[in-house]
């Protein structure tokens, strides 16, 4: 008893899309225990779906999760081919026509004919409601031994419908319950190779099973166990995760969806403190990620975008003599930044960052990846020197920038603690 | 005569890795005009490798593209696989064998008994060699109407082999002598169901092709030619793009690579106009996007994250009459930030954001998705209420309205053009 992940499009077939909704699906499938030996991608293709429906079924899959194909255009055949396979009639459910209308009614967009086509389900299935979207998807079991879902294309909405509704219906019919859990620890300021030295060992485990990835300069250690239930799993995890801790120190930030931003708005809400930046190469980057935290109301208040130097000088007060003789990216100019916009701003902390994100305004002394980060407080000023690498690319070196600004903030949060 | 790609690997089943590996050799096969109709992902197990080429077979792939499964370790089996399903006995190849000897010499590791199945190949086949690293793959024809090439998993490796031997053979063999090149037209400010029935009767051309894809508020159309080369392709796809671009009006905004950002970016700079940006829930996002685009410090100075009403007033010189009156998420506050920071940073434009991006922050006059944008410049002050939807998350609606945004800036660039 297996399932088959089955991704239509034609875009996928077009290499356009990376297909993350096959690894979310096998992450899922892997997660409540449910084999699945095969995953296939086809175009938007009537007879070449049903090939594959045909296929699926002889190789004994007894799930069928279809992603994409659900759209109101005229290439979106997903629900048409298995209701055409299993020579059955589309009906229109009436539920999800005025689920559809009231989306684009609350959107104020004008609902066209196509739309119409969306609340088409095989006659017999279950409507897979889509809080997010237009296109609904379908529970459907077509004959005793197989069970359909289809899923729209666009992730987050895929996603969500996975967890809302799919895998409560996998469960009451008895499935994942056995359960593989992880849990991700999080390192900032550490290379994986490094990390790997220090954590050898724990790579021998069976159970947790320890595992590393990096990228974007974050490395992480997912710890893994089978169990009959996540708090099962998590006895097995704990102790293990506890050892990496203390051997990987301050490098640690944090596990699963902690952000380094949540972690610094936790240890700013603790101590009472506020935070404002001054951003210069990631423009406005910094804040994004701070602002990402739902509540970060409370201990952000904001910060400025000093991308021309007047900004520097005449909003953040940076000296103009300084910024003559050292240039916009240098320890003495982020350090008047920081200690500008905490002024300005009248927050506990004031956090800076200039450099050279490139690919212009490098020079023989400032190459590209070149960037200075302050922290200003009651207590002083401080600055760090990052040289992030010139073969990196504009996205990376502001990515990296405004992590890094994010972790020397987070490691003296954690000093004074 | 179509192409398949089949990706071996358990790791892939697990969704521990995404498969770019089915992305890059799609986008290839696309560039030289193969057609590609079917991937497959399979384990590493001897069986279900077999039925997956036996499938291939029989529904008329004549190229069998596989990745991965052909480390030294003994879960990869993908060359054993293939020879056992074409009954045809493993043979060492020489060559091969001395490559792995000399490369573990140059690395100074020391090469075990697992690596000399990396030298193996089925009886007749040529050997695909891996300049970067140790597993070889094979280029063979087990039979006069199939051709099957292996790659192993690493991207690096597989794309080098690729490039360095893979696509010539193909060119020798007579494949690739046309190419599919596309243009991908992009829109904001209109559904995708909208825009489709706008074009609908473009979607039954096939010399190009129009599809739509639509994601994150962006609907974008990719017009697909078929041709001898990328420049006979266009004179094919750009009538039709102009065409396209007629009916659409003003929500046409770019193609290919063009960002609104960037769009902007070219219209303010060939006015030579300078823009700063005051951000409330967008928290800084709205600057990230503009300074993405390489050299916008010609025309963007930089911006005022407020996120405190505090700071709307004392930086911004936000009325706290009008902001008590009326609430931060007013058409009046959004003005006042936009003239504000036009002032404070002395641009040609002022733009501002101002919004319950939820999940906390709503009540019943001011739901989740609630944004207000405005303009302020020489001629005035202009705002939008936009109503984004309280289904959608935080980081959706903060993409929304940063790029919303643009786009209201970019519509009036437009009018003053």
Redesign the interface.
């Known amino acids: 008893m297996s399932a088959e992940i089955i991704c239509v499009g034609?875009?996928?077939?077009?290499?356009?899309?990376?297909?993350?909704n096959?690894?979310?699906?096998?992450?899922?499938?892997?997660q409540l225990g449910i084999p699945?030996?095969?995953?296939?991608?086809?175009?938007d293709?009537l007879d070449?779906i049903a090939?594959?429906i045909k296929?699926a079924q002889e190789?004994g899959s007894r799930i069928l999760l279809f992603t994409g194909g659900l759209?109101?255009?005229?290439?979106d055949l997903t629900t048409e081919a298995i209701a055409s396979y299993f020579q059955t009639p589309l009906i229109e459910d009436a539920a999800s026509l005025d689920d559809i209308t009231a989306?684009f009614a609350?959107?104020?967009?004008?609902?066209?004919?196509?739309?119409r086509k969306q609340a088409l389900i095989p006659q017999g299935a279950k409507v897979l409601p889509n809080?997010?979207g237009t296109a609904p998807g379908v529970i459907w079991q077509p004959k005793p031994d197989l069970l359909i879902m289809t899923f729209p294309g666009?992730p987050?909405e895929m996603q969500r419908m996975w967890h809302d509704t799919a895998v409560p219906y996998l469960h009451s019919q008895g499935w994942g319950q056995q359960t593989i859990h992880s849990q991700t620890l999080r390192f900032w300021g550490i290379g994986e190779s490094s990390l790997a030295v220090k954590v050898q060992s724990f790579f021998e485990l069976t159970q947790p099973t320890v595992?590393p990835y990096a990228g974007k300069g974050e490395v992480r250690l997912r710890l893994s166990a089978k169990a009959a239930s996540a708090e099962e799993a998590m006895e097995v995890i704990t102790p293990v995760a506890d050892q990496i801790r203390a051997i990987a120190g301050p490098d640690y930030f944090g596990c699963d969806q902690d952000t380094l931003a949540a972690v610094v708005g936790r240890a700013l809400q603790r101590r009472g403190d506020t935070l404002a930046?001054a951003?210069s190469?990631?423009?406005?980057?910094?804040?994004?990620?701070?602002?990402?935290v739902?509540?970060?109301?409370s201990y952000?208040?904001?910060?400025?975008?000093?991308?021309?130097n007047?900004?520097k000088t005449q909003?953040l007060g940076v000296s103009e003599t300084d910024l003559a003789q050292w240039g916009a990216v240098s320890a003495i100019v982020a350090e008047q930044m920081a200690q500008g916009v905490q002024r300005?701003?009248?927050t506990t902390w004031g956090l800076s960052i200039t450099g050279v994100a490139?690919?212009?305004g490098a020079t023989a002394e400032k190459p590209i990846g070149l960037v200075y980060i302050a922290l200003a407080w009651a207590q002083g000023t401080m600055n760090w020197e990052c040289r992030f690498g010139s073969q990196h690319d504009?996205?990376l070196i502001?990515h990296l920038s405004a992590c890094t600004a994010l972790d020397y903030l987070r490691r003296q949060l954690a000093a004074l603690e």
Chains 1, 2 share one sequence.
């Not at 739902?294 to 109301?297: A, D, I, L, N, Y």
């Open positions: 034609t875009e996928l077939l077009l290499g356009e899309i990376l297909n993350s096959a690894q979310f699906l096998a992450q899922q499938l892997a699945h030996y095969f995953q296939t991608v086809v175009g293709n070449r090939q594959v296929i190789r759209g109101p255009t005229p290439d989306k609350q959107r104020g967009r004008v609902m066209s004919s196509n739309n809080p997010v666009v987050r595992a930046v951003e190469c990631t423009g406005g980057m910094l804040g994004a990620m701070l602002t990402e739902p509540g970060s109301s952000f208040w904001g910060g400025v975008i000093a991308y021309a007047t900004i909003v300005l701003y009248g490139g690919p212009g504009r996205e502001r």
